[in-house]
């Protein structure tokens, strides 16, 4: 049996007012159920760094985050030998007029994205593993509850259970998770590797060097 969680988050807005990001970029964590535990303990590892102050702080965010923290959540992902991360991204400058002037199309436009990403991803993570069809596949989908709840698609759980099921010729078990990030380790070291993506974009830097170097960037790609 194979055992997969695909760990999503989000960074810049799907906004186009003056104010507004430049890119979209969605990331994820793509790894295997024997390293979720040590992946669930990298926020309480790396609030130890932060001193007694911020120690006891609800949720380690990556924007408010120094370059040392950010690098120590990275590298203690890295250790977690089967984590690998992917992101996609838009430069909202080439988003077609439909989805800027209807706003009723930026749940189709977000769900799309998602679908890039969690396809992509998993059939690039299947493929570096040898994966094959005789071995049972269970995949679990942890998601922002605060991204979902405001560009959901009605019945979102059921959506990416049968958006997965119809990209493989054979059975994948779909569990999906929407929760809260501040009560969730997996959601917050997301977080981390999608704002990792987003500052290389915006030229800010580079923090996941070692996971380029040793092949674990399953994708990191835009879509228009």
């Known amino acids: 049996m194979v055992h997969l969680y695909i760990i999503l988050d989000e960074a810049g807005d799907m906004g186009f007012s003056k104010g507004s990001s430049k890119y979209f970029v969605m990331g994820a964590i793509v790894a295997k159920a024997e390293d979720v535990k040590k992946i669930r ?22 924007s408010k985050s120094n370059d040392k923290i950010r690098k120590f959540v990275l590298d203690e992902l890295y250790k977690c030998q089967s984590a690998h ?5 838009v430069n909202k400058a080439n988003t077609y007029d439909y989805i800027r002037e209807n706003s009723s199309q930026k749940a189709v436009h977000y769900n799309y994205i998602a679908r890039v990403l969690i396809i992509d991803s998993l059939k690039l993570y ?6 094959t069809p005789d071995k049972a596949l269970t995949v679990e989908i942890f998601l922002d509850r605060y991204h979902t709840t405001k560009f959901r698609k009605r019945n979102l759980e059921e959506y990416l259970r049968k958006m997965i099921r119809g990209a493989f010729p054979y059975e994948v078990n779909v569990l999906v998770h929407q929760r809260d990030s501040q009560g969730e380790p997996l959601v917050q070291v997301a977080d981390f590797v999608v704002n990792a993506f987003y500052r290389k974009l915006n030229g800010k830097g580079n923090l996941l060097a070692k996971f380029e170097s040793s092949g674990r960037v399953l994708k990191f790609k835009q879509i228009y």
């Open 41 to 62: 303990r990298i926020p309480k590892k790396a609030r130890e760094k932060l001193g007694k102050k911020k120690k006891d702080i609800p949720e380690l965010k990556a």
């Open 85 to 89: 991360v992917s992101a996609v991204y």
């Open 126 to 131: 299947l493929g570096s593993i040898g994966y």
